[in-house]
Antibody, heavy 123, light 110 residues
Framework: EVQLVESGGGLVQPGGSLRLSCAAP????????MSWVRQAPGKGLEWVSV????????YYADSVKGRFTISRDNSKNTVYLEMNSLRGEDTAVYYC????????????????WGRGTLVTVSS | QSVLTQPPSVSAAPGQKVTISCSGS????????VSWYQQLPGTAPKLLIY???KRPSGIPDRFSGSKSATSATLGITGLQTGDEADYYC???????????FGGGTKLTVL
């Protein structure tokens, strides 16, 4: 069964850093765009970042631009989210989500989600 | 304040039909495909509709999607208690160069 598995969440102090990983075994690497989507406690979904299948294109929500970096290693079928200068408002469950291939910005959807990893930013 | 606007809540009786609206603009819904997600309590979201009106394998035809200009609608017929969940619309916003979601709609099956 194809699945996504996130890891790397935890408790971090304000101003600190974390790196999330999303392992994606079971489907061909380098084809599908991958996104991170987060959900603060009791709140709705917030898209965070996307990376194209090749890794050549990346986009970020304004709320994380300049602080978060998305990357991928297709040889390991893994996507990463490097999070720096963390703030209290970054506290959320972070989901890895698989997007489409090709014109992924136009054909925008997430057809596979991980279970999420909780990031808590607090002193 | 979400870029896409959804009603906070809707409700209907078992067996009835409900629709959930998602309103946007020409930079998002007007020029890109819309998708819909169901999030049951304590679980990750699940794709219900993609490319405005297509259902992934395994999603029953009780769920339908449509789009007109800068708005989209999710329809659910034959409501079941198991449909109680939060529902989100999503798309790409070409002006913001960002993915956007609606604020979510909580469905209650009375």
């Amino acid at each position: 069964e194809v699945q996504l598995v996130e890891s790397g969440g935890g408790l971090v102090q304000p101003g600190g850093s974390l790196r999330l990983s999303c392992a994606a075994p079971g489907f061909t690497p380098g084809i599908y765009a991958m996104s991170w989507v987060r959900q603060a406690p009791g709140k709705g979904l917030e898209w965070v970042s996307v990376i194209s299948g090749s890794g050549a294109s990346t986009y970020y929500a304004d709320s994380v631009k300049g602080r978060f970096t998305i990357s991928r290693d297709n040889s390991k079928n893994t996507v990463y989210l490097e999070m720096n200068s963390l703030r209290g408002e970054d506290t959320a469950v972070y989901y890895c989500a698989k997007g489409s291939s090709g014109s992924f910005l136009h054909y925008w959807y997430f057809d596979l989600w991980g279970r999420g990893t909780l990031v808590t930013v607090s002193s | 304040q979400s870029v896409l606007t959804q009603p906070p809540s809707v409700s209907a009786a078992p067996g009835q039909k409900v629709t959930i609206s998602c309103s946007g603009s020409s930079s998002n819904i007007g020029n890109n495909y819309v998708s819909w997600y169901q999030q049951l309590p304590g679980t990750a979201p699940k794709l219900l509709i993609y490319e405005n009106n297509k259902r992934p394998s395994g999603i029953p035809d009780r769920f339908s999607g449509s789009k007109s200009a800068t708005s989209a609608t999710l329809g659910i017929t034959g409501l079941q208690t198991g449909d109680e969940a939060d529902y989100y619309c999503g798309t790409w916003d070409s002006s913001l160069s960002a993915g956007v979601f609606g604020g979510g709609t909580k469905l209650t099956v009375l």
